[in-house]
DNA sequence: GTGGTCTAGACCACA
DNA sequence: GTGGTCTAGACCACC
C-alpha cells in the first residue's frame, strides 16, 4: 500500500487518501481482512496532520471500504463481489456522464468523441 | 443564452456560471462581439449577488472569454478558430483521459466504454 | 490631426484622446490658433459619444492646451516655448522614475538599466 | 516583507498589494516556499478589508507567484531562474520602451536620457 | 445607464 | 487556526 499526498494538488489532502485507498480495495489490490497502519504512522510517513489522516479514514469507514475494530485498529472491510462490480460501475458512469456532458455543451457529436476516446485508449 | 445555478452543487455558483458561458463560447453558440446583458440584470434573474457573477466575468474576462468596455458593458471576445478548436480539444482531452484511465483500470475495451458512451449521450 | 481609438485599450477613451491631442500640441504639430474640428464631428467620425469627447476637451481646456471661443469652437492655445519645455520635462521625469522605481524593485542596478536603455534606443 | 498602501493613489488597493509582492518575488527578496502571513493579519495590519487582500492574493495565486494551501495558508510558489529573469525582464522592458519613446519624440540622446536616469536613481 | 472597487460581516471546508 | 465563497450595500469613473 503506497499512499502519497500532493500538496499542491487542487483536490483536499484527505479525499486524495480517500480516492487511493478506495482504488486499491475496488481493484483488489487490498484484500478483505488486510489491517491498515495506525493513523498515527501513516500521518508520520506522510507529513500531514493525524486530524487529515482520520479524516479520511472516517470517510472510507461511513462508505463501506474499511471497518474498525476498537483496539486492534482498521481492517479491510468484508466486500461482495456484487457490491465491487456496482461501485466500479458506479464510479465509471460518473466519469462517463460528465465527459458526455462536456461534449454535448461544446457542440461535440457522439462519432467524434467516441473517435477521440479509441484515439486515447 | 440561459444560465442556471444550482446552489445544492458544491461547485461554486461563480465557477458554474464559469463554466457554462465558456462552453456557449467555445461551442460558438455565442458569437464574438454579442453583448452580454449587465452584471445586474443576471445578477437579479438568478438571485445571487453581483459579486458572485461580477467573479464569474472577472475570470472569463481574465481568460480571454469576454471583454469589458466601462460604461458600454461586456461583450463575447474575438477568438480565432483555431484557438478555438484548441481550447475545445484541451477541455475534453482532460475529461477523456480520465474517463480512459478508469475504464482501463476496470478491464473494460473501447468498444464497451464507446457502447456506453453511445448509450449516455 | 490624425485621431483614433483603442476600445480594447484599458485607458479610458477620453485619455486616449486627451493625449493624442497634448502629444501634438506639445510636439509642435499642432500650432498654436489652429481650430480644432466640432465635437459632434469628432464624435462621429471616430464611434465615440459626444459626451466622451466633451470630456477629453475639458481636461485639454483645462490644463491649457485648448481654448474655447464661446460661437467659434475650439482652438490651439498659446504657449510659450518655455512652458512647453517644462512640460516636456516633466512627462519624460515622470516616465523616468516610474522606469527607475520598477527597476529598483526588481534588484536591476543603475549600469544594467543604463545598458538596457541604449540597448532599446 | 514591508507592505503598504496608499488610499490616494488612483491605482486600486488590491493592485497596489499585487506589484509589491510580485516585484519582491521577482527580486529574490521572497524566495520561494515562504509562508506569508495570514489574510486576516495583513488585513488588520494595513487597516484595509480582508477582501481587498484577498483579491491581491487572487491576482498572485492566478499568476504563479503564491500558492494556497487550504488550512495552512498562502506561500511563495517555486519559480525556475529562468522564469523569474524573463519575467523581470518583460516588465522592465515595457516601461523602458514607453520612457525611450518618449525622449526619442522629444530629441533627447541615449547620452543624456542616460544621465538622468543615474541622476534619479 | 454601465462596470470597477471597496467595506463589513457571515458561513463553510480544511488542517 | 487557515483560506474559499457569498451576501448586501456603497461609492466611483466612464459612456
Redesign the pocket.
Known amino acids: 500500500m503506497n499512499l502519497s499526498v500532493n500538496p499542491n494538488d487542487k483536490t483536499?489532502?484527505?479525499?486524495q487518501l480517500y480516492e487511493q485507498i478506495a482504488a486499491e480495495v475496488l481493484s483488489g489490490a487490498l484484500a478483505p481482512g488486510t489491517p491498515l497502519p495506525p493513523i498515527r504512522t501513516v500521518s508520520k510517513e506522510l507529513g500531514?496532520?493525524m486530524?487529515?489522516v482520520r479524516?479520511a479514514w472516517e470517510e472510507l469507514i461511513r462508505d463501506g471500504y474499511l471497518l474498525t475494530r476498537t483496539g486492534s485498529g482498521c481492517f479491510v472491510a468484508p466486500i461482495s463481489e456484487a457490491h465491487r462490480q456496482s461501485k466500479v460501475n458506479e464510479k465509471l458512469l460518473a466519469s462517463i456522464d460528465e465527459t458526455v456532458a462536456g461534449a454535448r455543451a461544446l457542440g461535440v457529436t457522439a462519432d467524434e468523441l467516441c473517435a477521440m476516446i479509441r484515439d486515447r485508449f
Do not use: D
Request: net charge positive; charged share 10%; hydrophobic share 35%.
Open positions: 483536499p489532502i484527505y479525499r500531514v496532520s486530524i487529515t479524516s
